[in-house]
């Protein structure tokens, strides 16, 4: 069970495997119609395919939009033998593999992901779905696309504000695989140049596609990749109530920050270390922030977080740089240092 | 991969594993929570379980229900190590077996099926899924369930009509696996004897399992459980647009009477070998009939059923009794003498 990363060059060459299927549906929103389709459109020519475009944002990730996919689907003759390709960021490669996985008993999907984050993070691994009701991802499955195509000119389609939230999912593969400051810190660098980015990019999405081969229903290692997201998650659900403009990659920022303290304090790291960490992860925040007076709040979030097993938390921890643990009980008193850390 | 088969004895042991969930939740329709639920109940007191209520039949078997449950296991703060227990027919199985396959991407769920025709054949073999608008059984997943619990009392909850229903499958895998037609009437004439029939099931439903553990996904071997149900859904379809009350089995029983014309056509069956089997399943079909003029939705019918391919269908037959064939190509006037084969 694997997913073939292809990592298309300019010629988007690589596409032949896609002739043994009966039919495509190229699954796109607003923004990829405009930004990314035209620049592939013409590669699809040859073969028999279905353009649907759904609403782009996170708030139509749910059952509306799985809806007018299956129904669109159904009206257009999907058989066993069609594909299903995603082209878009990380919501949309979401809601394309879950559909793909319940039509019909589940068909095959490729995904084309055009954001940064897409590409080094929420294309590899197989996990997808949609929020229902208040309930964040809870329906979804584990779905591994046939072939993911990483095509790096998409990046120069996005803003600055967007590669920085991709990045910081590539800064945590990487502090969960380097060991010693001075490489992590230039890969960072690396990952800030344009011409360096997408060799980086690949890096960081073999390392990722290695963990989740290794353990795909995530039953122990691939918790690791849980790093910065307990908390991530938690201050993600508080922006979100507080209708706060907060990308996904600005709250694991923060949720770094308080996970790399609490490692600092459970395993002794040296001061310097956490100093180092910190400074680089303050640049990818965006500057958000939280009250002391929302701590409960964010502490009732990580009680509802899908990951909790008998209303205990599992946190996924650093022993030291480039040494994952996953499954440490944190105190509460602990937790709440680390958002003061964070917050003061 | 394959589930836990356990035939339960008067006492209902065997259900001891369950303790290793943290929760269950119980899913059931109006008529088992009346006839099945009292019979069982004792037995789960010792654990932590909920109840939730779907409406009984077909045209609940849609993502209305789904959401229905859905929504009731989140609210009751269902987890990764919560079971999720469908007691009921093919319908509530089938919906059960989708809702653990989608939520919190995939927990684990087990069947106590009440009818014959679950115990017998809808329970086995991981097929789950809703129909879809006017889609049948197109959203869906392949999802084993953990455990099948089959408690041959409530059996005794069924009127002789369900009995025929469930029957009609049991009679389809003898067809494929016994080959002498002395063999195959005494085991159709312990079906219709009280005490003897859940020694057929037994026998009936180890034969499916055995066919899906050789190939789950239905990528092959499989298919031969589709003997008479190319046709039958056809027939189930239309009889369903004509708001006609015909159970499942009576429809499959009508399509195993025109595939076996087929089968006799292709392969030179001996006249008394047909004769024979469509005497046998005449019993079956509860009388149901068509008119010439009705062939036409028919054969349209037949070209969307989900399992054909570039819109051509693959039939599964019998070369002869006992040595099922897949994926033949029968010719449209061929089809048609079959069909006037059963309605004159």
Redesign the interface.
């Known amino acids: 069970m694997n997913s073939n990363i292809i990592f298309l060059n300019e010629k988007l060459n690589a596409l032949e495997f896609l002739n043994s299927y009966?039919s495509l549906f190229i699954i796109m929103d607003e923004n990829t119609e405009i930004h990314c389709l035209p620049i592939l459109i013409n590669n699809f020519d040859k073969f028999n395919y279905n353009l649907i475009k759904i609403r782009a944002g996170e708030e139509f990730k749910n059952?509306n939009s799985c809806?007018f996919i299956?129904?669109n689907l159904?009206s257009n003759?999907v058989?066993?033998?069609s594909c299903i390709i995603a082209l878009g960021g990380g919501v949309l490669c979401d809601i394309t593999g879950?559909c793909a996985?319940?039509?019909?008993?589940?068909i095959d999907c490729v995904y084309i992901p055009t954001t940064l984050m897409a590409m080094a993070d929420a294309s590899i691994g197989g996990?997808c779905?949609v929020n229902?009701?208040n309930?964040k991802n809870?329906?979804?499955?584990?779905k591994l696309p046939i072939s993911i195509l990483i095509y790096p000119p998409f990046l120069n389609t996005l803003n600055q504000r967007h590669i920085n939230n991709g990045s910081v999912e590539m800064i945590k593969h990487c502090l969960l695989e380097e060991n010693i400051t001075s490489s992590i810190l230039q890969r960072i660098e690396n990952m800030k140049d344009p011409h360096s980015l997408s060799s980086e990019l690949k890096k960081s999405i073999l390392f990722k596609n290695k963990i989740v081969n290794k353990d795909f229903k995530e039953t122990g290692l691939r918790k690791v990749l849980n790093f910065g997201h307990t908390i991530g998650h938690a201050i993600e659900s508080l922006f979100l109530s507080q209708k706060k403009d907060a990308l996904h990659g600005e709250c694991i920022a923060i949720g770094m920050i308080c996970e790399s303290f609490i490692s600092s304090q459970l395993y002794g790291w040296k001061p310097e270390i956490l100093q180092t960490i910190v400074q680089i992860l303050h640049e990818y925040t965006n500057g958000h922030n939280f009250e002391k007076s929302d701590f409960v709040d964010i502490l009732m979030n990580l009680k509802h977080d899908?990951k909790?097993?008998?209303?205990t938390i599992g946190f996924s921890l650093l022993r030291e740089l480039g040494y994952p643990v996953v499954e440490i009980e944190v105190t509460e008193p602990l937790i709440i240092k680390s958002l003061e850390f964070y917050s003061n």
Chains 1, 2 share one sequence.
Do not use: H
């Not at 909790?308 to 209303?311: C, D, E, I, P």
């Open positions: 009966s059952l809806e299956w129904g159904l003759f058989d066993r033998n879950f996985s319940t039509i019909l008993r589940g996990k779905g229902f009701k309930f809870q329906l979804g499955s584990f899908k909790s097993k008998n209303l």
